[in-house]
């Protein structure tokens, strides 16, 4: 059975720091690339941001500098490192697997529920 569940989630204040984990199963995990992607209310999803198979990183504009992507291969787990955050941060976040380097996220295979972050002061 194929699973992505996210946590870490929570309210955060404006400049403060979020660490998003990923945990993947009834898959193989190296052979997918993994997104973070995230949708504030009202708004559709926005991609943040790519590990791809052989470790290479990506990030959207809007958090480079910021935000860190990382795996740890033998727990199956990614992480999203947030620091810096901004009120535009809030969104409910979400990690999804692909098979190709993609920022659209109807390209993607598999998807987790999503963790809430609440940026505000």
């Known amino acids: 059975e194929v699973r992505l569940v996210e946590s870490g989630g929570g309210l955060v204040q404006p400049g403060g720091s979020l660490r998003l984990s990923c945990s993947a199963s009834?898959?193989?995990?190296?052979?997918?690339?993994i997104n973070w992607v995230r949708q504030a209310p009202g708004k559709g999803p926005e991609w943040v941001s790519v590990?791809?198979?052989?470790?290479?990183?990506y990030l959207a504009d809007s958090v480079k500098g910021r935000f860190t992507i990382s795996r740890d291969t033998a727990k199956n787990t990614v992480y999203l490192q947030m620091t810096d955050v901004k009120a535009e941060d809030t969104a409910v976040y979400y990690c999804?697997?692909?098979?190709?380097?993609?920022?659209?996220?109807?390209?993607?295979?598999?998807w987790g529920q999503g963790t809430q972050v609440t940026v505000s002061s």
């Open positions: 590990i791809a198979v052989d470790g290479t990183t």
């Open positions: 999804a697997a692909s098979s190709a380097i993609s920022v659209r996220p109807d390209d993607y295979d598999y």
């Open positions: 009834g898959f193989t995990f190296g052979a997918y690339e």
